[in-house]
Structures are given as structure tokens and as C-alpha cells.
């Protein structure tokens, strides 16, 4: 396969379609990245025993949960306060 593509030659739309694949591209790569920075870090933090049952004990579950939860507040205050930064022309 080429791997030197003319983009001349490609119509509007296709350079459209093209852009909107390479937007979900990235954008399902920050997924998988955020999503494995959290498993790692919230591993870290919780699982203190070797899993030999297929099964986290009740305290290390309860702290992957809670370790879960305030990754995703975080998320969503700093998704917040960008939007209004944004709003307010600070951005």
C-alpha cells in the first residue's frame, strides 16, 4: 500500500470525512490514554494484595470505587471551569 497519499486529489467532502476520522481518532486515543493513567493510579493506590481468587478483597474494591469516583469529579470540575473560562473570554 502507498503511503504517500495525494490530498489534492481528494474531493471536499472526502478531506471532510477524512478530518472527522482523524478527530475521533484522537479523541479515542485521549480516551484510551486517560483511561489507562486512571487504572494505573488508582492500581497503585488500592490493590495491596495478590489477586489469587479472581476477586479484589472488600476493602480494596471499595477503594478502587472511591478512587474511580474523585478521578471523575476532577474531570468534571476541571471540564467546568474551563468552559466558563472559556465563557468569559479567557481562553
Known amino acids: 500500500m502507498d503511503s504517500n497519499i495525494d490530498l489534492s486529489k481528494l474531493t471536499d467532502n472526502d478531506k ?3 478530518q472527522q476520522f ?6 479515542q486515543s485521549m480516551i484510551a490514554k486517560t483511561i489507562s ?3 494505573d493510579t ?3 493506590k488500592c490493590i495491596t494484595s495478590r489477586i489469587s481468587v479472581g ?4 476493602s ?3 477503594c ?5 469516583d474523585r478521578f471523575m469529579d476532577t474531570q ?6 474551563l468552559e466558563e473560562l472559556r465563557g468569559e473570554g479567557g481562553m
Open 64 to 68: 478502587a470505587s472511591n478512587c474511580v
Open 22 to 27: 482523524l478527530v475521533q481518532e484522537q479523541q
Open 37 to 39: 493513567n486512571l487504572t
Open 16 to 18: 471532510n470525512d477524512l
Open 42 to 44: 488508582c492500581w497503585k
Open 76 to 81: 468534571m470540575n476541571v471540564l467546568k471551569h
Open 55 to 58: 476477586k479484589l478483597d472488600k
Open 60 to 62: 480494596e474494591e471499595a
